[in-house]
């Protein structure tokens, strides 16, 4: 069963799973959700989802009753009873189900759901090869983007275009012209072999692939500048790339439809899909 879903302590088909109607994530977009992988049936990076997620609830004021190791053992049965071996873990956590209205009444149920689906990463090995294109548009998504919350209007609309405009991605920029990052991935430049990303603040989701991106880059001696950049800089730079969980990581080489550097991956950008690739066989034994 290569797609099940966990609800309310059950493990089912994903086409049998359902949340009543009165759930404040269908309704309010209240909760928040986290994306891993899974390769070769190992979970990557999964303490830091973990961290990440608590703080989530946290930020939103959702206490969720289940332990670490309780979260484990459910994600883990779940890729078992999959019988996946490349695959994405989705997790959602709702603040519950409750009679409609703006406001929350304390000590409500949190809703924890799971899904487990296959997920081809080896379709990113020729899109690393060739690189991606991106489309920027104007950020109009809420003040705390920081907070993985499921309220994505924004980002899907973004994308919806940027896809339409044949770009893999849709950039987002500030009123003031500066890059934040992508509808669902990290943004970066490479100028005269440092490698540049947004800071995290307010305007940015602090992605895992991010996290794990710099310190391999700082581990390997590549020059790392957290600091805004403008537009012009991105399409002066030498070389552009985004990550994320679903596409570890991607040279960018056109931006609304002009080359970057070369117009072809660049050679920091190689040696970091490198040290990505084999940060993912040192956790899980999964190749490229
Ligand atoms: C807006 C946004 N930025 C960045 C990311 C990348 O985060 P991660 O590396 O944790 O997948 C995501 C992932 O969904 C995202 O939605």
Redesign the pocket.
Known sequence: MPQLAYVDGQYLPMAEAMVPVEDRGLQFADSIYE?AAIFDGRLLDWPEHLVRMRRNCAALFISLPQSDAVLSHIARRLIAMARVRDAIIYIQVTRGTARRDHVFAPGLRPRLIMTVRRFDFRQRIPQQAKGVGVTTVPDQRWGR?DIKSTGLLA?VLAKQDARAAGSFEAWFTGPDGTVR??????AYIVRGGTLITHPLSAH??P????QSLLSLARGAQIPVEERAFHLDEALGADEALL???TAPILPVVRIDGLAVGSGRPGPITARLVELVHAEIARQTGWRA
Do not use: M
């Open positions: 994306v983007v980002n990052e992508g509808g669902s991935t990290n940015i989701l992605g895992i692939a991010r990550t994320s969980t």
